[in-house]
């Protein structure tokens, strides 16, 4: 099992859907990361959470410590969010990352 | 610079060949991570570096691949006699803080090993 969990692995929607992408993790980390990679295959950090609840524009992420949980939602989704979205949290000195979401939003 | 570089953005080589990946971090970040993704596969953790120093190289696959940081700034990841398996994206990412802080990341160099 690997330590850090994503679901699902592929998500299909329309133009304007809610989305949830989840991710569990099975260790103690100290911070938890959302990334965005596009095709090209260039790597933005979205959130980095160690607790509570982030929003940016159209994107909020929530982390659960106690349940080692983070979901990551996108509103009024868009053909321009298809991505790849990948969690990853902090183990000490490294990030250990997850399988990544692959997100398709369709005109 | 304003985010982090990576070059080349592009490698093709021989296998058995040796090959230099060169990251620059945005200036004034301490900390600087080497990962590696593999066609279809999650990113995998290489080495970090604190300063000029790597706590942490327990990522590096094997002795063929080796890693420097210079000035604070500059580092080079190095692969001696490359391999087909050896083909993957090598992003590199800093942060201004110790590992907890937020990573910003490079757009990867795509080495291809032929």
């Known amino acids: 099992k690997n330590e850090v969990e994503q679901s699902p692995q592929n998500l299909t929607a329309q133009e304007g859907e809610f989305i949830t992408i989840n991710c569990s993790y099975s260790v103690g980390i100290s911070a938890l990361h959302w990334l965005q990679q596009h095709p090209g295959g260039g790597i933005v950090s979205l959130f980095m959470?160690?607790?509570g609840k982030k929003k940016h524009g159209r994107l909020i992420a929530t982390i659960n410590i106690q349940e080692k949980h983070s979901s990551l939602h996108i509103t009024a989704s868009h053909p321009r969010d298809s991505a790849v979205y990948i969690c990853a949290v902090y183990r000490g000195q490294k990030l250990v990352f997850g399988q990544g979401t692959r997100l398709t939003i369709n005109p | 610079g304003a985010g982090v570089s990576q070059s080349p953005s592009n490698k093709v080589t021989e296998k058995g060949k040796d090959v230099e990946l060169r990251c620059d971090p945005i200036s004034g970040h301490t900390a600087l991570y080497w990962y590696r993704q593999r066609l279809g596969q999650g990113l995998e953790f290489l080495i970090y570096?604190?300063?000029?120093?790597?706590?942490?190289k327990s990522g590096l696959p094997s002795d063929r691949f080796s890693a420097e940081r210079t000035g604070e700034s500059v580092s080079t990841l190095t692969i001696q006699r490359t391999q087909q398996e050896d083909s993957a994206v090598y992003l590199c990412?800093?942060?201004?803080?110790?590992?907890?802080?937020?990573?910003?990341f490079g757009q990867g160099t795509r080495l291809t090993v032929v």
């Open positions: 990412a800093s942060s201004l803080g110790p590992p907890g802080t937020e990573a910003f």
């Open positions: 570096f604190q300063g000029n120093s790597a706590p942490d």
């Open positions: 959470l160690s607790s």
